[in-house]
């Protein structure tokens, strides 16, 4: 695989590792009826680098669809890495490169370096079935496939998409772009599941019933097969009699009838071949609309859905101010990706949030179709709350003056609101002066130690006085904390005999980690145990785990 090069990529890795785990904390002022099975929607305020590593313990290989909206790095828009990481060398670099604007000749390079780390964690995200949609423009398409290819692998590029979006080209230029771009990557193409594209009313209408046919409604369809390029078959040049007229019908000189002279013999008894309205046209094959697939194939260009203007008149209509938010995507676009690459039961995630329109229209295709999808959108902006998750709040609750129906009365559901904990990081452990919650840690551990143990979006919590925080097929887990550094460093806080054969009792290979222990690994393991040792080994993965 071809290797992309550009100015700063040497910063990428030490960028990606460097970034701490930060637990999300729920707000519950800013949510709305938020739920307690640890499943549900979530708007998280705060960077998306940041958000990405806290949502893997409890989404990693889960999400479903992906859809993101990053800065199209037109020149114009002067975004800023705002990504605080620990490494005094990437601190010292995003310092001396933001904001990145059009007079900087290095945007290219600084745009490549902000999407990198991200969409490595996007694809840990995904599930093997699921599917990637990346919007942009010219500006950084040529880029961005590249840089896709390398991540997620050129085998799995599934289309580009081409959507239109303006009525008419920008006159500031002798040739104008009216269109954007999603481009669709697939985490496992083999695997991969999009759905068709339902048909619309009139493709339905097409299909009647003249003659009431058993079978139902139908449309007339050639019975001819094109024979260019070699195709001719010989046995399928026959003669079709009309049972009716006894008129003969021969396949023009162009081609070949579809079928053989059996199947067609077999149609004609079924009264599945139609001669026209006067009963002596040339044959046609009725196509019953009971026999096609449930939809139609997509095309890679998207005329059929709303324009980019409105998404301002959405704005216009929900915040009564169409400039609330520039250039926000219509929700007609994003329900249109969602019924391709999302089935009912999904998880979606959207990590460039802007005005929320994601969430939108998950909420509006579970009101249309009884769906129970679930959306987790991130924004590192301050305008999180006010208009992204505001958003979402008037949408669940109705905007009166809307002509739908659905979105009038409103469209139902939940949000949890997040914001980003202070970061789990093994000094401040040490020390004390920083310690996390049982869960937050746990959670943390459970994906560094053991990255590929999911825990289908439950919050990690002690089930028993031992410290039991996961139990799975094949393993237990335990934690022994407490959030006191007096506690951690007592003889309480050790492994010790007792528990070890209340847990060795149970049978089954268990995980423990905590401070330390008063036997060593030896006996542990001759009683299928492992022991990881806090804070000193929370960055060493389980051999065998990766």
């Known amino acids: 695989m071809p290797t992309l090069e550009f100015k700063g990529k040497q910063f990428i890795y030490a960028h990606h590792l460097s970034v701490p785990y930060r637990p999300l904390v729920p707000d519950a002022e ?280 409105v998404g301002s008149q959405e704005m216009q209509l929900i915040f009564g101010d169409g400039t609330a938010f520039e250039s926000p995507k219509p929700e007609g676009l994003l329900r249109e990706i969602l019924r391709l690459g999302a089935s009912p039961n999904a998880i979606i995630l959207d990590s460039f949030a802007g005005s929320g329109t994601t969430a939108h229209a998950v909420l509006a295709l579970n009101k249309e179709d009884g769906g129970n999808r679930k959306f987790i959108l991130v924004e590192c902006e301050n305008y999180a709350d006010t208009i992204t998750a505001e958003r979402v709040r008037r949408v669940i609750k109705g905007v009166p003056g809307a002509k739908d129906k659905d979105l009038q009365e409103g469209l139902a559901g939940s949000f949890t609101y997040c914001t980003l904990g202070d970061p789990i990081e093994s000094e401040e452990m040490l020390t004390g002066e920083s310690l996390p919650a049982f869960s937050a840690l746990a959670a943390y551990l459970l994906h560094t130690a053991a990255p590929r143990v999911a825990v289908n979006g439950k919050e990690l919590t002690r089930l028993n006085d031992d410290g039991l925080f996961l139990e799975t097929s094949e393993q237990d887990f335990y934690l022994l904390y407490q959030p006191d550094i007096d506690w951690l460093r007592s003889a309480e806080a050790m492994l010790s005999e007792g528990l070890v054969s209340r847990i060795g009792a149970i049978g089954k290979p268990a995980i423990i980690f905590g401070p330390g222990k008063f036997m060593g690994q030896r006996e542990l393991t001759a009683r299928n145990i492992t022991f990881v040792q806090l804070p000193y080994e929370m960055h060493r993965p389980l051999a065998g785990t990766r």
């Open 30 to 309: 800013k949510s709305v009826s938020p739920q307690n099975d640890g499943d549900d929607n979530l708007i998280i305020h705060g960077d998306n680098l940041h958000a990405l590593k806290a949502l893997l313990p409890r989404y990693a290989g889960r999400v479903k669809c992906i859809y993101i909206d990053p800065p199209y790095n037109t020149g114009n828009e002067g975004w800023r890495y705002n990504d605080k990481v620990n490494s005094p060398l990437m601190q010292e670099w995003l310092k001396a490169n933001s904001p990145v604007d059009g007079e900087d000749l290095e945007r290219h390079d600084k745009w490549l370096c902000m999407m990198w780390p991200r969409l490595l964690l996007l694809r840990e995200l995904l599930s093997d079935d699921g599917v990637i949609f990346v919007s942009i423009d010219n500006n950084e398409q040529h880029h961005l496939r590249m840089l896709m290819d390398e991540v997620f692998g050129s085998d799995q590029f599934i289309v580009e998409i081409i959507w239109r979006k303006r009525s008419t080209p920008p006159n500031d230029k002798v040739i104008g772009a009216d269109h954007d771009i999603v481009l669709v990557y697939g985490r496992d193409t083999n695997s991969v599941a999009l759905n068709l594209r339902s048909r619309s009313e009139q493709q339905i209408l097409r299909y009647q019933n003249p003659d009431n046919h058993p079978k139902g409604p139908w449309v007339a369809g050639d019975l001819m097969a094109n024979v260019k390029g070699g195709r001719f078959v010989a046995s399928l040049t026959f003669s079709i009699t009309n049972p009716v007229t006894g008129q003969v019908h021969y396949p023009g000189q162009s081609g070949n009838w579809r079928f053989s002279e059996e199947t067609i013999q077999q149609l004609l008894e079924n009264d599945e071949i139609w001669f026209g309205a006067n009963g002596k046209g040339r044959p046609k094959l009725k196509r019953f609309l009971s026999d096609v697939k449930e939809g139609v194939t997509y095309p890679s260009i998207w005329d059929f859905v709303p324009m980019n203007t």
